[in-house]
């Protein structure tokens, strides 16, 4: 019975997955090579994926040994079409990948033709498996105000054109200050694009408040340490934000202790808007059909959860209306 509900869902839908950790590594390899990167001690696979519960250091640099990969525009194209191929593979219905282009450009490709081959990837691979897929565009915490204007920019640029979403990420504990983004943000917003912003995974809860109040985010990436504040708690529930879950990578970065710590179901008992995602599916061994099966097993959600997350993740989902349409229509 538990099976049933968890694995015949209506849509399965990705709304928080970064590029940076679908790479394969057989692909890692080959890439690597032709790039002249070389071999990390052990091979790509042990270098990528982590053993088990980490700290965000050790979890951040299983997710960085893939970066020199992004250098060449042709790779960071591959990369991506094997992203989206990959979640379709896996039953996925609908996939957000975010990226941080500033990262992957450089003197050669800048920040738009990084986004540009990204872009051009998730569109073959969404057009060969039929899957929806869009890309939102992340800036980052430790990256000066002009790079994430310029970030926000590019971004801007490809509205509707591949790029759907822009979001924030970083070190929030390093970086705890939104003020500066301030202005990426409302280019971002002015585009049309939906906005999302990783807060209070390690900064207290009313770090999420601030997302909403200052950038304009409608999603919140992780959100864990929200249910230990009552009042923002209470803020998320009545403004109706969406906090974007990923259970098994909040265990692995150190967010929380344990998995049956996660505060799932304490967001769902105050009425606080979820969706589902996998962070880093390679890093940790965990994609959305796992996550999923964690709600259920481990953290007591039945099948009324399920559907609500379903319906919030169609709801929030940074989709044009004919595919929110088509996949509302799916929903019970
Ligand atoms: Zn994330």
Not at 50 to 62: E, F, H, Q, R
Not at 216 to 234: F, K, N, S, Y
Request: with cysteine; glycine share 10%; charged share 25%.
């Amino acid at each position: 019975m538990k099976l049933r509900f968890v694995w015949n869902c209506d849509v399965l839908i990705d709304l928080h997955s970064h590029l940076e950790g679908r790479v394969r590594p057989d692909t890692a390899a080959e890439l690597a090579a032709g790039l002249g990167v070389p071999a990390p001690d052990g091979g790509w696979e042990r270098a990528i994926q982590l053993d088990g519960p980490a700290d965000l250091t050790v979890y951040l640099a299983k997710v960085a040994v893939t970066y020199p990969l992004f250098r060449s525009l042709e790779a960071a194209r591959r990369i991506a079409r094997e992203a989206v191929e990959d979640a379709s593979t896996a039953g996925l219905d609908y996939l957000e990948l975010r990226l941080g282009p500033a990262t992957h450009a450089s003197d050669e490709s800048g920040i738009d033709a990084v986004i540009a081959a990204i872009a051009e990837g998730m569109r073959e691979a969404s057009a060969a498996t039929g899957m929806p897929s869009g890309a939102v565009v992340a800036a980052l915490r430790h990256h000066d105000v002009e790079t994430n204007l310029a970030v926000a920019r590019a971004a801007a640029r490809f509205a509707g054109e591949g790029v759907v979403g822009f979001d924030l990420a970083g070190d929030e504990l390093l970086y705890p200050e939104l003020e500066p983004h301030r202005g990426a943000f409302a280019i971002a917003r002015a585009a049309g694009l939906g906005i999302t912003c990783h807060a209070a995974e390690a900064a207290p809860g009313p770090a999420a408040r601030e997302a909403a109040e200052i950038l304009g985010a409608t999603r919140i990436g992780h959100g864990a340490h929200i249910v230990d504040d009552p009042e923002t708690l209470r803020w998320a529930a009545d403004s109706g934000i969406v906090v974007e879950i990923c259970p098994t990578s909040n265990w692995y970065t150190g967010a929380i202790p344990s998995i049956a710590q996660h505060p799932a179901p304490r967001f769902r008992d105050a009425g606080v808007r979820l969706v589902l995602g996998d962070d880093n599916p390679l890093q940790t061994g965990s994609g959305m059909r796992e996550e999923r099966e964690t709600l259920v097993s481990t953290l007591g959600f039945g099948p009324d959860d399920l559907a609500a997350l379903d319906r919030a993740s169609v709801d929030a989902a940074f989709l044009e209306p004919s595919t929110r349409r088509a996949l509302a229509a799916r929903l019970p």
